[in-house]
């Protein structure tokens, strides 16, 4: 049995409350992400994008909060148990218009947990992050329900992508420091993309990013590979200083190809 078939449960469970909640509005329900690309790796979120004909009214939102909360594990998951949940949805309409920055109708993800259980809504916004999110979608998605609408959808540019990364280079590595092996994978599958213009798994992209480097930040990108494959501990306390510097090269050569 495959990782994704032994989570069919958890998929069918959120499927179940998002064809519930949407009902007649909802055109197509997807699966993206690591569960498709690459397989699952011991803190892979699933990864659901739902396409919607018309904006979620404030009740909707409410309730698939609701849902996502009780079926969603809360981070870090706990290896074997339920998955993070991270769900977008979007209007057809908006995803069709190919406006950049991308727009999402409404977004659950784990790190929004405390502010969802205080009461928070998921509002429509337009965010760069989003932009690289969907066109990685758009080549990649599986359709578990409705119809392919995305095949209407245009590619997005290289060059959209390529500002996307411009545009949220500053915000995500303002959180290197805790999230240390996300950010750093993120940064070379970024590097990869621009250099290459596809999308791959985060350990395919250290893997390309890795003969590239000097030595000693390979080392720390290689660290960064096996604790996102489960085959290390994830533990970055005492390398700080090689973080940063590794962290520094990325971007310095992301941004050459800019």
């Given at each position: 049995?495959?990782?994704l078939?032994?989570h069919?449960d958890?998929l069918?469970?959120v ?13 197509a329900?997807?699966l ?6 690459g397989?699952?790796q ?6 659901l994008?739902a ?14 909060i609701?849902a996502?909360l ?7 998951a706990?290896p074997g148990?339920?998955?993070?949940i ?10 069709q218009s190919n406006?950049y ?6 977004i659950?993800?784990e790190?929004?947990r405390?502010?969802f259980k205080?009461?928070?809504l998921s509002e429509?916004?337009a965010?760069?992050?989003y932009?690289?999110l969907?066109?990685q979608?758009r080549q990649?998605?599986?359709l578990?329900c409705?119809q392919d609408?995305l095949?209407?959808?245009?590619l ?5 992508i390529r500002?996307a990364?411009?545009?949220g ?5 303002e ?15 970024m590097?990869r993309?621009a250099?290459?213009g596809d999308?791959?798994t ?7 990013a890795?003969p590239?480097?000097s030595p000693e930040?390979?080392?720390i990108?290689?660290h960064a ?5 489960g085959?290390?501990?994830?533990n ?9 510097k590794?962290a520094?090269d990325?971007?310095?050569?992301l941004?050459l190809?800019l």
């Open positions: 049995m495959s990782d078939e032994s069919s958890q069918h469970t499927l179940a409350h998002v064809q519930r909640t949407l009902s007649a509005n909802l055109r329900f997807y993206h992400g690591s569960s498709v690309t397989g699952l011991p803190q892979s979120d699933l990864d994008l396409v919607v004909d018309a904006p979620l009214s404030d009740a909707q939102r409410q309730d698939l609701a996502l009780s079926v969603s594990a809360p981070h870090p706990t148990g339920l998955r993070c991270e769900l977008v949805v979007c209007c057809l309409s908006d995803l406006t920055p991308a727009k999402v109708e409404f659950y993800g790190w929004l405390d502010a205080a009461g928070e429509t916004a965010d760069p992050e932009t690289l969907l066109a979608a990649q998605a599986r578990l409705g609408v095949t209407t959808v245009p997005t540019s290289l060059a959209s500002q990364m411009r545009d280079l500053e915000s995500l590595c959180g290197l420091e805790g999230d240390e092996r996300n950010v750093l994978l993120t940064l070379a599958r590097w993309t250099v290459q999308f791959v985060k350990d395919q992209a250290a893997e390309w890795i590239l480097l930040l390979a080392d990108l290689e590979r096996l604790a996102y494959l085959k290390v501990v994830d970055w306390v005492s390398r700080a200083e090689e973080v940063e590794l520094r990325l971007v310095r050569r941004k190809v």
